[in-house]
């Protein structure tokens, strides 16, 4: 009878796979056991080829390859396009530059839009269906899958009558109509033209419980999976969770780091991998990044905030480094302590680990990036800053590209200033601030508006900077340059110390900082910039020259 029935599963396999010619002992040979170090971890990130990386993408791939990287094991790219919907053209290619604008190394896989490297490839799905078929033929010749032929019509009605009765909807027991199909009836319907999907004929029941250890989420229990899900759907192609299980036992994978919208699934998962004959990996299911809104936590959506895309962060030109450290935090919380104690020491060297990751969804701080960024690119050097500022206009802002170029020393020296290592400024927050903040060091971006304070005239204004280029020396050194504008202030009538004008105010007409506050609006249009010294310097005798007789043109006309 057993004989009789393996006879009959095997014609039934032949019959829905007729042109297989691989064993699933051919691939299992072909891809053997990876030999790496005790405790490698083995993962990968498996996007669909949409083209869009998402933060949380950029996040988990992060954290997959930093868990690979710290064991001494392998992180690999697989694409995932079993539903062509999402397909765009391009659409690795895109991913892979997010990744690799992110400073992501990927040891495996896909490599661009076309080439891959690593010898347990292919590494894009739609080029594995061969592979998805044979082991799907091996269930079926074990009678642990069977074609079914039910219409959308059909499935809906068996739909219809498990609401009717109040039972659990789906395709399962006595409701999956072709479970026991023989041979013969298959033939039939195939002769007729009929097409199926593979259904796995599933042993599971809803009151026996599945128990596994997340590597994050703790010891999950659920229910078993008792439903015949769909393992090939009616074109050939696998469904994800048919795929997700030969692909990761094939590929070697030792662990599974995926979004936890995926938890769910796991019964389904675990089970395929037990009737496969797999053994189980393990399973790290990440919290998605949320994001605050009206008081209440939402995920972080592609549709409504700009920065759920990772191409917000370039375009923006949030350094790589301070995007990935501000991942880092969100990923391990005793990152920023670890950071503190080594405020030189590259972030790879952080020992991230998988069980110190958040349970439930890290918030989203744009403040704390900007924060972690502009703390970041304070302590570059001037050619560091240029160098990135440059790339980052080069593709973003043409006209800042070529400024910079024309004379590189110049922007240097403006990069320079108070760039001190004992305390830098943090104007700088992202590459595109860069501009502004550089602004009125050149004539092509400065608007020459000039935001003179409201506390003095403009004939007193146009007297300190009349007097000003009489004592003007750009050959002066700064506190021989700054005597000499106290000693001006006090001729014409301001205090040469703020704290005297506070104390008197009556006395004076302002003070020396009021002074200087003129010299550095009419130079510069601000009231608040680095280093007035530093600045008239950069700019040069002439244009200084030039920008205070403009000042004063301005300041008669408008009086
Ligand atoms: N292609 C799946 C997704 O994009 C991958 C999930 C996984 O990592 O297994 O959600």
């Known amino acids: 009878m057993i004989a009789l029935i393996m006879t009959e599963n095997k014609k039934l396999a032949d019959l829905l796979f007729p042109a297989l010619d691989k064993t699933v002992e051919y691939y299992e040979n072909l891809y053997p056991e990876r030999s790496l170090p005790d405790g490698a971890i083995v ?29 001494g094991g392998v992180f690999y790219l697989r694409i995932e396009d079993t539903d062509k919907k999402r397909e765009i053209q391009n659409g690795i290619a895109e991913i892979i530059k997010g990744l690799c604008s992110f400073g992501m190394t990927i040891d495996e896989g896909m490599i661009s839009e076309t080439e891959s490297v690593g010898g347990y490839g292919p590494y894009v799905q739609s080029e594995r269906k061969e592979i998805y078929q044979t082991y799907a033929k091996a269930l079926v010749e074990k009678g642990l899958a069977y074609p079914c032929f039910c219409s959308e019509d059909e499935l809906a009605k068996i739909r219809r009558e498990q609401e009717e009765q109040k039972i659990t909807p789906g395709y399962y027991g006595e409701f999956a109509k072709h479970r026991n ?84 699934s796991a019964p389904i998962h675990l089970q395929l991998f037990d009737v496969l004959g797999f053994e189980r990996p393990k399973y ?63 972030n790879t060297e952080f020992p991230f680990s998988l069980s110190k990751m958040s349970q439930s969804g890290a918030l989203f701080d744009l403040v704390k990036l900007t924060d972690i960024s502009k703390n970041y690119i304070s302590l570059l050097t001037k050619d560091e800053v240029y160098a990135s500022v440059l790339e980052w206009a080069k593709q973003y802002n043409e006209k800042l590209a070529s400024l910079l170029e024309k004379d590189e020393a110049y922007a240097k020296a403006i990069f320079a200033i108070e760039r001190s ?45 009349e007097e000003y280029k009489k004592i003007y020396d750009d050959s002066d050194p700064q506190d021989q340059w700054f005597s000499k504008i106290r000693q001006m202030s006090e001729d014409l009538g301001y205090a040469g110390m703020p704290k005297l004008y506070r104390k008197n105010p009556e006395n004076y007409k302002g003070h020396v900082g009021d002074v200087s506050g003129v010299i550095r609006v009419s130079v510069t249009g601000r009231r608040n910039t680095p280093d007035l010294y530093e600045i008239l310097h950069v700019l040069g005798k002439e244009r200084v020259m030039n920008r205070i007789n403009d000042s004063i043109r301005l300041l008669k006309e408008e009086n």
């Open 43 to 71: 993962t990968r990130f498996a996007p669909s080829p949409t083209g869009f990386l998402h933060i949380g993408g950029l996040f988990a791939a992060l954290i997959g390859q930093r868990a690979a990287m710290r064991t």
């Open 181 to 264: 199909i023989t041979y013969e009836q298959a033939k039939a319907e195939i002769e007729a033209g009929k097409p199926f999907v593979l259904r796995l004929k599933s042993g599971g029941s809803l009151d026996a419980k599945v128990v596994f250890e997340d590597l994050i989420k703790g010891r999950i229990e659920m229910p078993e999976n008792n439903q015949d899900i769909v393992i090939l759907k009616t074109d050939g192609i696998p469904t994800y969770h048919f795929a997700h299980a030969v692909d990761d036992h094939l590929m070697r994978s030792t662990h599974i780091i995926r979004g936890d919208e995926w938890l769910s």
């Open 284 to 346: 790290a299911h990440i919290s998605p990044i949320m994001k605050e809104e009206n008081g209440g936590k939402r995920k972080l959506s592609k549709r409504k905030d700009p920065e759920a895309a990772v191409t917000y962060y370039h375009e923006e030109g949030y350094p790589k480094e301070a995007v990935v450290e501000y991942l880092l935090t969100l990923a391990n919380s005793n990152y920023e302590e670890w950071r503190i104690a080594n405020p030189a020491v590259p």
């Open 421 to 465: 290592p004992e305390k830098p400024r943090k104007d700088i927050t992202k590459w595109s601030d860069a501009e502004n903040y550089i602004a009125y060091f050149y004539d092509e971006l400065w608007d020459e508006k000039r935001d003179f304070a409201e506390n003095l005239s403009k004939d007193d204004m146009i007297e300190i900077l």
